[in-house]
């Protein structure tokens, strides 16, 4: 396998994650989001520059709580101040990295951090990353002091999280007072999930509490899938004139540094554990993103079709109401009424049909009466229902979704105006499409082919005539009327048909009415088409890309398929993830807990073994005990259980 693959396939994932945005409060949104852009950051801080440049040298990040001593321990470690430690918190607030100065060619540009400023000096930018050239640091090895993991300022804490990400070895440092808290230990969890190198540094333990607290750090570190991880316990010291630790007291930190730098292969140990961890991670955090992407698709798919129904609901509601005998009332049926010369008739109820074709046919050969007014009464009565439909479908497109949380967030988050109302031009499309509509049937009307004899009535009647005929037998069927007016709009629609029938014949007018009827639909499904574009611009502000959720998903398979090839082209021979206690020093013996079973019950008790302080500060009555390595791992019971 060619780590050109895998490098391929992280790219691919990272570009993936790149555009997530996941702004619907769905469940989990917010934990997919900060978790998209923690694997990103990670990819571009750590797993991709790592993976180009493996034979780079070790960056240990030194990260910690709040007042533990981290600033102090590197320091001392170093054997100068190279980072200034203070009392007021918090403490650490730019990054410093401190590297041998044949090392600082690979810190010195944006190879890893490349969002941190590149600075020779101290600074208080937490966007600034110091670098100090050290001679006396081994080649290979790189400290760098983060801040505080528990800052209370919020910047802080996320610029430590960040550089700890981008560690081959976390040392975490933790203080005898502070060593339970669950923000260290949340960490710690993190570095556990990810397989990372980890060695623990318990500072400033009180010398007559050195038998006891650090055994039960190291229970705990055992407990928590820690037992392979080397735990330093620092005893609480005086420091000196330069505020540094007594040399004995972090010579064991010191030596197993410099032997893990010195050992290119047990230092190649450590980065591609910490490296595979890193990448293990990701194909294990990836997935529930592409899912939450998936989900902000769904949610907005569900809020599309509810509106779509809506306004398709609309649209077939005016089609019916005006092809239903709705429409045949009111201004309309009078202004008809009084075009035709029927309306005695039609008041009467005086269903006398030859006397009605009298009546057309004298309509026909005489001079035809002003048929504006039926044009204006129609123009008016689809207006008033086509505005009636569209306000009431606005306002249940704002109910339906305000029944959701994300439904409301995209209501609070829209900047085109109201969505509960029909739009502020709404009205003026409405006549707009209704006198485009009626310049249709105009259309349809003169275009229809007649014979000298079928011309002389259409001419007798006049355009407008046929055309206010026409829009009247469109509007032709009853159901939706009772009583009295059932009677008078069927009469008003015999007689249209009876006036087009005269000039057009009945195949005709048939053909002519079907054709109004379906320009009418299609006008003014243009217009509630027009409205609803209002709801897509609203979900586009926030819209999701299904297909980036199946991106993720085949970034990932191929990412974890490149991954498990193995890296034979990165390290020859390809390194197994082992635990790091194989760099320590061959001077520090190894302490081993002893499982002592009771009544079923398994306890730990350590055995250490101390390296003895050139210095020890006078603690007067209390008991000096030296500074040591507690050395713990995981071990079986007789029953085959693990601790």
Sequence with gaps: MSSTRLTQALVELRESLAPVRLPLPLPQAMEQTRSAREMQRQLDDYILPRLATIEAPLLAVVGGSTGAGKSTLVNSVVGRVVTTPGVIRPTTKSPVLICHPDDVKWFNDDRILPGLVRSRSSSVDSNTLQLVEEPTLPRGLALLDAPDVDSVVEQNRLLAAQLLQAADLWIFVTS??????????????????????????????????????????????????????????????????????????????????????????????????????????????????????????????????????????????????????????????????????????????????????????????????????????????????????????????????????????????????????????????????????????????????????????????????????????????????????VGIAGGSAVLAQRVLEAVFGDDAVRRLAKQAKEDLDARVEAVMAKELQRYDEALASLASDRDLAERLRLAVEEVNFARHQGYDDVLNPAPRPEAIESARPEAIESARPEAIESSGQVSIEPQRQTVQLNTVADHGDAEVVEAEIVEHETIENERGGRL
């Design 176 to 485: 005898a007072a502070r060593y339970a808290d669950a923000v260290p230990w949340d960490f710690l969890k993190s570095a556990v999930d990810r397989s990372a190198a980890v060695a623990v540094v318990l500072d400033r333990v009180p010398p007559a509490a050195m038998n006891q607290v650090p055994p039960h750090l190291g229970r705990l570190m055992t407990e928590r899938g820690l037992a392979d991880s080397p735990l330093f316990a620092v005893p609480e010291t005086e420091t000196d004139t330069e505020g540094l630790l007594p040399d004995a007291a972090v010579s064991p930190i010191r030596t197993w540094l410099a032997t893990l730098a010195a050992d290119a292969a047990s230092r190649q140990r450590v980065v591609m554990q910490t490296l595979d961890g890193a990448i293990g991670s990701l194909v294990a955090k990836a997935p529930p993103v592409a899912d939450a992407v998936e989900a902000q698709a769904e949610a907005l798919d569900s809020l599309r079709a509810d509106a779509q129904s809506a306004y398709a609901e609309a649209t077939r509601q005016v089609s019916v109401q005006s092809a239903d005998g709705t429409l045949l009332r009111g201004e309309v049926m009078a202004r008809w009424q009084e075009f035709v010369g029927t309306g005695e008739f039609m008041k009467t109820m005086e269903n006398k049909i030859g006397w009605l074709r009298d009546r057309v046919w004298s309509t026909v050969k005489g001079a035809p009466p002003e048929a504006e007014g039926v044009k204006v009464a129609v123009e008016s009565g689809l207006e008033a229902l086509i505005r009636e439909q569209g306000e009431a479908t606005a306002e249940r497109v704002d109910t339906a979704w305000r029944a959701t949380p994300f439904g409301r967030e995209v209501l609070r988050t829209y900047a085109g105006g109201d969505l509960s109302r029909a739009s502020s031009g709404f009205d003026e499309e409405v006549a707009r499409a209704i006198r485009d509509w009626q310049s249709d049937v105009m259309e349809i009307v003169q275009g229809e082919g007649m014979g000298k004899r079928t011309q002389a009535r259409y001419l007798a009647l006049g355009v407008n005539g046929v055309s206010a005929a026409l829009m009247m037998v469109v509007f032709a069927y009853t159901g939706g009327l009772t009583g009295a007016e």
